[in-house]
């Protein structure tokens, strides 16, 4: 599905210096339901977006060929040349080596390990590509031109499914020695299960925030006397009803809200950052931010820090690609 889109965010001033001729990157965010792809030129502004879906689909090597399908459908339509591509960067759901270029593994959805997705990228489209993973480059987009522009330390979260952080210290992106920085989804929990977990499956964290745990808990105490609401409703659906007063409702969000802010304030301690944002389907629901922050105001005064809203949303994951796009067409321009 190709849209024409413009968006220019609201960023800091650009490094990029005006090519005689115009130039474009792509930005890529690959999910596990969906696949979107946004064509901007060197200021970062979209021109166009294009998406698909990913349900089913596990191999690797079609979704390298729906990228290169969709890139080919936004350079018709906005009359680009193929020439002038610079660059393409892709936020995947997994643990990614920057490094190499290669995605270690992802979520049981796609179900990837080791797979070459740099190179696979910079074979079908025939220019530089960059990699990384999702919420690194969601943290990258809030960075540059969404909640976290001022700030050169903070903490982004990713709520949905299950729940995951991108690290910004001194202004870059932390990764970890072995990629795995941010995997809070895994943080062992008070009254969860011990046991270890394995590699794709969901944590003890997202066993509690994340929107499949928060969906269990509700069905393991749904009654059709105690809600109007279905034992199916979704993680938003139940914060909703929270906020009209249900007690089960109440109930599953406060544990939610309470899991959430602990571990917010166990990563301050160690991180001492000043900001976090809340990114994600479940994690930008004010009702979870609200009741969050009120656990948090119980703790102690000199660990506070502050907790917004995701000022990109959704589209956090492709700003952040866009960025990375730009960042890589630079460093190769300069070789």
């Not at 749904?222 to 409702?249: M, R, V």
Request: hydrophobic share 45%; net charge negative; proline share 5%.
């Amino acid at each position: 599905m190709l849209q024409q889109q413009p968006y220019s965010p609201n960023k800091p001033e650009q490094d990029h210096t005006q090519a005689q001729e115009p130039t474009y990157v792509i930005g890529a965010d690959i999910g596990g339901t969906n696949l979107r792809l946004a064509l901007a030129d060197n200021q970062g502004t979209i021109i166009a977006k294009w998406s698909a879906s990913t349900v089913g689909i596990r191999d690797a090597n079609v979704v390298v060929a729906m990228i290169s399908e969709g890139v080919e459908a936004m350079l018709q339509q906005t009359s680009v040349p193929r020439c002038s591509l610079r660059a393409i960067a892709a936020g995947a759901p997994g643990v990614t080596d920057v490094d190499q270029g290669i995605v270690i593994a992802t979520s049981y959805l796609m179900g990837w390990r080791d797979v070459p997705l740099r190179a696979l990228l910079e074979t079908a489209l025939g220019v530089p590509a960059a990699i990384d993973n999702d919420v690194n480059v969601a943290a990258i987009g809030e960075s540059w031109a969404g909640a976290a522009q001022e700030t050169l330390d903070f903490v982004f979260l990713a709520v949905g499914t299950g729940i995951g952080a991108g690290i910004i210290l001194n202004g870059q992106i932390f990764r970890g020695h072995g990629w795995t920085a941010g995997e809070v989804g895994y943080l062992l929990v008070p009254g969860t299960s011990e046991a270890p977990v394995e590699r794709g499956k969901p944590g003890a964290l997202e066993a509690i925030v994340g929107g499949e745990g928060i969906q269990e808990q509700w069905q393991a105490h749904w009654s059709e006397a105690s809600t109007p609401l279905p034992k199916s409703a979704t993680a938003t659906q139940i914060f909703d009803h929270a906020l009209e007063h249900n007690p089960l409702a109440q109930q599953v969000l406060e544990n939610a809200a309470r899991t959430l802010a602990y571990a917010i304030y166990n990563i301050s301690l160690i991180l001492n950052c000043p900001l976090f944002v809340l990114g994600g389907g479940v994690g930008m629901h004010p009702a979870l931010r609200d009741a969050t922050e009120r656990v948090l105001a119980q703790r102690s005064a000199r660990v506070q820090p502050q907790l917004v809203l995701s000022a990109l949303g959704s589209e956090a994951q492709l700003i952040g690609a866009i960025r990375l796009a730009l960042q890589t067409a630079d460093s190769r321009a300069a070789l």
